[in-house]
């Protein structure tokens, strides 16, 4: 069997418990090098073969999976935060479904999920916002015109932008062209849940200067929106008048 498995954002205690059992039993280990921090490796047992695909063609993953599978071994193919984000796993999957492969996917903690602890702050609020964007800004990988930044920021909503801090001059140009305002607040975090990890807090109008002189270029997810500062009502699930299937109304 072939596992794709979602590693989390950098502390190797973010990885799920079914995660890290799977690296334990795995015969054949392919991490995405470049981005999973090496010490999730310290759960793989001795003798596993371990591969690192930051330096290997999709071929070249493809070529040790179908041995692997020919030998009956089973494969842990280990991509940061949760593979279904920006993971490039679908191409994988599609080759391995062509070859009759058969793999299974495990799901881990994004980055995304990762800042919000480190800010700390919640992300859906009562009364700001109940929408969360996940997006990124225009690179090698092209974006649809309808989810450019510009259009993206009409919402007004929590925004979580990805692989886009190098570009922040752009970034914030775009939201501001969308709606935002200079004194929405913007927020950096750089690898998130890792030893090193970096948190820049600001808006619109400073967070592209303040990540210039943080010397901040990759591995870092862009936070924007009303929910980082607004009044915000309390939720009902929690208020004594509200009932429901668990509790009765306490007034």
């Not at 494969?75 to 058969?102: F, K, N, S, W």
């Not at 309390?234 to 306490?250: E, K, N, T, V």
Request: aromatic share 6%; with cysteine.
């Amino acid at each position: 069997m072939i596992y794709f498995i979602g590693a989390g954002p950098g502390d190797p205690e973010l990885i799920t418990v079914k995660g890290a059992k799977l690296l334990q039993e795995a015969d054949v280990v392919i991490y995405a090098g470049s981005l999973v921090n090496p010490k999730i490796l310290e759960y793989c047992r001795p003798g596993v073969e371990i591969y690192n695909s930051a330096t290997m063609t999709r071929d070249e993953v493809l070529a040790v999976m179908r041995r692997a599978h020919q030998e009956q071994l089973t494969v842990a193919r280990v991509h940061t935060g949760d593979p279904a984000l920006y993971g490039a796993i679908q191409e994988q999957m599609d080759a391995l479904a062509a070859l009759g492969i058969p793999f299974k996917v495990v799901p881990g903690v994004s980055s995304f999920l990762a800042a919000a602890a480190a800010i700390p702050h919640e992300l859906t609020l009562p009364g700001v916002t109940q929408t969360v964007i996940l997006t990124r800004l225009e690179g090698r990988t092209p974006v649809p015109e309808r989810e450019k930044l510009k259009e993206l920021a009409r919402h007004k909503s929590t925004m979580c932008i990805f692989l886009s801090v190098h570009q922040m001059d752009q970034v914030v140009e775009e939201l501001l062209a969308g709606g935002y305002t200079p004194q929405t607040p913007a927020l950096v975090v750089e690898k998130a849940s890792w030893p090193e990890e970096r948190l820049l807090r600001g808006t619109l109008a400073d967070i592209a200067d303040q990540v210039k002189e943080a010397g901040i270029t990759r591995t870092a997810l862009v936070l924007v929106g009303d929910v980082f500062n607004s009044p915000y009502q309390l939720s009902q699930l929690y208020d004594p008048q509200f009932c429901h299937g668990y509790r009765s109304s306490r007034t």
